[in-house]
């Protein structure tokens, strides 16, 4: 189903909710879980959690436990509120906050997936996961949001982030997940997705390059004019044609960083064979 148009970034950022009031207890008197999983924090645990999440993500960028602790520690008690908000307000939204739908290995028939028209989203999505080496299961629990609701929509934004490489191509490698970081930035505001980007310091130097001159303007601008894809229904959108969906959101595909890198490495090749050819020669 097509989802409404959205809203700027800047008027999103301007309708952010006032402060919400904060849970007070101590660790000698916290309150029950609010859903299965949950774990109520203090201020000085949510604070003290998302620096320790923040130094550890950046040391070790393939830890998705503390990315995941980074994210749900810094989207209170502004930025998941807004997103909560935009699913409120986009009638595609309002159904998949109905259903509550999850997606994992059960509910994503991946033999299926597989045997899908050649473009189509599940195809891609399988594809993606098979040449990427992860599978829909691979996402943590949300575990720090005391909403459940909220809970959810976090749940569902973590889940639906691999679809976002697929329609994309990005692949996980550092350089893709910034770009894709990037775009959910521009699209969601979440601060970790910011956050993240801080691992560019990881990235060598003709790598650092390309991000900035190529992959941080593509995320930058489609996340700004794309509508928002926390209101995608992926799992209504399976068979679509992948160019068709890209078209209906406003997003580009960014130019193909494999085909790039493998392009630059056998360039590198015949460079070097040419140099070990002329100091033959020479000989």
């Known amino acids: 189903m097509r989802a409404t148009t959205t809203p700027s970034s800047l008027t999103r950022l301007l309708a952010l909710p006032p402060p ?6 101590s660790v000698l008197s916290r309150p029950p879980p609010n859903y299965p999983g949950h774990i109520p924090l203090t201020i000085l645990e949510r604070l003290s959690l998302a620096a320790g999440s ?8 393939y830890r998705h436990d503390l990315i995941a602790s980074l994210g749900e520690t810094t989207a209170k008690p502004y930025f998941l509120s807004r997103l909560h908000r935009a699913m409120l307000n986009n009638p595609t939204g309002r159904r998949i906050l109905r259903d509550r739908p999850r997606i994992t290995s059960k509910s994503m028939k991946l033999e299926e997936l597989r045997q899908m028209p050649e473009n189509s989203v599940g195809r891609a999505y399988a594809a993606w996961l098979d040449r990427e080496g992860v599978t829909p299961d691979t996402r943590d629990a949300v575990r720090y949001i005391d909403d459940p609701e909220e809970a959810y929509v976090m749940q569902r934004y973590r889940e639906t982030h691999d679809f976002t490489h697929a329609i994309t191509g990005l692949p996980v490698i550092i350089e893709g997940e910034l770009a894709v970081k990037a775009f959910e930035f521009a699209n969601t505001l979440l601060p970790m997705t910011a956050l993240s980007l801080v691992a560019i310091v990881r990235l060598k130097k003709v790598e650092r390059q390309r991000f900035l001159e190529v992959y941080m303007p593509w995320a930058i601008r489609n996340g700004l004019k794309a509508e928002e894809v926390i209101n995608v229904y992926w799992e209504e959108e ?15 595909k960014p130019p ?15 460079q070097k064979a040419e140099r070990e050819g002329s100091g033959a020669g020479a000989g």
């Not at 919400?20 to 207890?25: G, S, Y």
């Not at 790039?260 to 090749?269: D, G, N, S, T």
């Open 20 to 25: 919400l009031r904060t849970r007070t207890f």
């Open 54 to 61: 923040a130094i550890g993500s950046l040391a070790k960028p």
């Open 238 to 252: 399976l068979e679509t044609d992948v160019e068709v969906l890209r078209a209906r959101l406003g997003i580009e």
């Open 256 to 270: 193909d960083l494999r085909d790039i890198r493998k392009a630059l490495r056998e360039q590198k090749r015949r």
